[in-house]
């Protein structure tokens, strides 16, 4: 009997040893099997975007979001009134794919355009191709043009999407940072400058391209001659290629002027432009771009946008087109949207600038686009900011604003490399292009705060 329980205790015993061995390797097996289905190579370090945490962040505070860059009044109503006519129309191929590359009376429309503002006239067919936003464009562009190994110059701080798209086409990314030239006395947008010396060592035989955005997003610099100048003349000298995201194209103040380097001697060979529906008629979820240049440079583009989106809206292209064919029938004229949203800007931004600096902030005042940034670093003493896990101060700072003052702004830091997102740290961006009544509220706020 003894015997027999000896022969029952080892069998109960390889029975459990087998059941561990079997859940070890089905363990293993699980692993290997997610490590197939992990990011691939072009995609690791990538991480969710500053947009995603902080939409979230407001979806569970609701506080008032100066954040976010988009109108939260009415677009144009010839605009809007374009897309519900468009919705009656009786033809319905309005309704059915349009060409891949761009629907025909939209770039007609972008040609008639920008042969004028470039003076050069522009194949609308081949020197033009319509995208899924300027975000799209930006992408077709560098999916399109940089290979393994290209070296790709960024201004920072810059747009969070450019670092991340130009690795995911194997490129590496080269950072220079615009940096203010004083700290006394009222900023503006002017006073943040490149290093020329940092800047000219940047480029060498493997640079391929250099991303320049102007009016620039977040600290609305608009890029003076000489400073375009000293651009070209470094991509001429290293045959380098010039992205211009000028989305913010017609929102200058204070007589700044938007010059598009690529009217530049030696440069409509060497830039691709980009320009935005979404900035250009307020209206951003339209989700309308497009980018212009020689037709040996578009093409590129065309093959990544062929094999990805293919083709865009066509009721949205439409509506984007009947808006712009408004406009060159007013172009330059007191009434033209392009004149009048700036005028209306101007205001707002003096009004937030004022605001901001009665609460104790210093505000970089823009000469361009529609956000502003902002000094919070005279505040320290003044925000407990203990509570809040996030490396980074300015992450801390907008996230205890969005929870105790009901105020959300965007941490700076995001829109810098990771050795310079300490120069981010004690900025804080906010949108101007909002109701009145809600930057009234923002004033109210950080008043009551003060």
């Known amino acids: 009997m003894l015997r027999s329980c000896r022969l029952t205790l080892s069998a109960a015993k390889r029975s459990l040893q087998a059941q561990i061995q079997f859940q070890v390797q089905r363990q293993q097996q699980t692993a290997c099997s997610m490590d197939k289905f992990d990011l691939p190579k072009r995609l690791q370090g990538s991480t969710p975007s500053v947009w995603n945490e902080y939409i979230a962040l407001a979806m569970q505070y609701k506080p008032l979001n100066l954040g976010q860059g988009f109108p939260d009044d009415a677009a144009p109503e010839y605009v809007t009134q374009a897309l519900a006519d468009i919705g009656k129309d009786e033809n319905p191929l309005l309704h059915q794919y349009t060409r891949g590359y761009g629907h025909v009376r939209l770039v007609n429309a972008l040609s008639k355009l920008y042969s004028g503002l470039v003076d050069k006239e522009l194949n609308p067919l081949n020197d033009i191709l319509i995208t899924s936003g300027a975000y799209e464009a930006l992408y077709s562009t560098i999916m399109g043009h940089v290979d393994v190994g290209d070296e790709v110059i960024i201004i920072e701080p810059f747009f969070d999407c450019y670092e991340p798209m130009v690795k995911m086409a194997g490129g590496v990314p080269r950072f220079i940072p615009l940096k203010l030239s004083k700290t006394e006395g009222p900023i503006s947008s002017a006073d943040w400058v490149l ?3 940092e800047f000219e060592s940047l480029f060498n035989s493997k640079t391929k391209m250099i991303i320049l955005n ?3 997003n977040p600290i609305g610099k608009v890029f003076n001659r000489k400073e375009l100048e000293r651009i070209a003349e470094l991509c001429r000298k290293w045959n380098v290629l010039c992205v211009s995201d000028e989305v913010y194209e017609w929102l200058v103040f204070d007589g700044a002027e938007h010059i598009r380097i690529c009217t530049l001697p030696g440069m409509w060979d060497r830039t691709i432009t980009l320009g935005s529906a979404g900035k250009t008629f307020s209206v951003t979820g339209w989700k309308i771009g497009w980018a212009y240049g020689p037709a040996q440079l578009i093409r590129n583009l065309q093959m990544v946008h062929q094999n990805s989106v293919y083709t865009c809206p066509t009721p949205l292209q439409e509506g984007v087109a009947r808006s712009f ?10 009434e033209s949207y392009f004149l009048s949203l700036p005028r209306e800007l101007k ?4 009004y937030m600038a004022k605001f901001l600096t009665d609460a ?3 505000p970089t005042i823009p000469e361009g686009g529609y956000f502003m940034l902002a000094d919070w670093s005279p505040l320290t003493d003044k925000v407990d900011l203990s509570s809040e896990p996030d490396k980074h101060r300015d992450y ?3 996230k205890w604003m969005t929870k105790n003052m009901g105020l959300q702004g965007i941490p700076p ?3 810098y490399s990771e050795p310079n997102k300490h120069l981010g740290e004690d900025f804080v961006r906010y949108c101007f292009i909002k109701k009145q009544e809600n930057l009234d509220k923002a004033a109210e706020l950080l008043g009551k705060w003060k």
Do not use: N, Y
């Open 347 to 350: 205001q707002k931004r003096d």
């Open 195 to 197: 290093d020329d010396a």
């Open 360 to 362: 104790g902030m210093r």
């Open 396 to 398: 801390k700072f907008t």
């Open 214 to 216: 102007t009016p620039h």
């Open 325 to 334: 064919e408004v406009e060159l029938a007013r172009l330059g004229k007191p």
């Open 413 to 415: 830091s995001a829109f």
